[in-house]
């Protein structure tokens, strides 16, 4: 059974920073893409970051490129989003979410198959 854990949301004031941090099991880590996404209230989930297999290649949005900074520690199989200079608009419900598709790099969630239950991040003004 894969299962998908997020941690190391929060809150924190405009201009900090926070580190999410996500772990899968029951599926081979390295052999799996990895995404973050996020949704706020009455909007749609979206692509914040995704990463390959290898960890190689990355993608992310524009809102945060320069900001966001997603990694992954194969050994440990541990996903990363180091987030630095947050925005009151970053505030949403973050997932981590895995797939082995080769459409990974379009960062949209239909592609990604497991998720996790999300964690939230709040950045006041």
């Known amino acids: 059974q894969v299962q998908v854990v997020e941690s190391g949301g929060g809150w924190v004031q405009a201009g900090g920073s926070l580190r999410l941090s996500c772990t899968a099991s029951?599926?081979?880590?390295?052999?799996?893409?990895m995404g973050w996404f996020r949704q706020a209230p009455g909007k749609e989930r979206e692509g914040v970051s995704c990463i390959s297999q290898s960890g190689g290649s990355t993608n992310y949005g524009d809102s945060v490129k320069g900001r966001f900074t997603i990694s992954r520690d194969n050994a440990e199989k541990v996903l990363y989003l180091q987030m630095n200079d947050l925005k009151p608009e970053d505030t949403a419900m973050y997932y981590c979410a895995a797939t082995w598709s080769a459409m990974w790099n379009t960062c949209r969630p239909p592609a990604y198959g497991y998720w996790g239950q999300g964690t939230q991040v709040t950045v006041s003004s």
């Open positions: 029951g599926l081979t880590f390295d052999h799996y893409a």
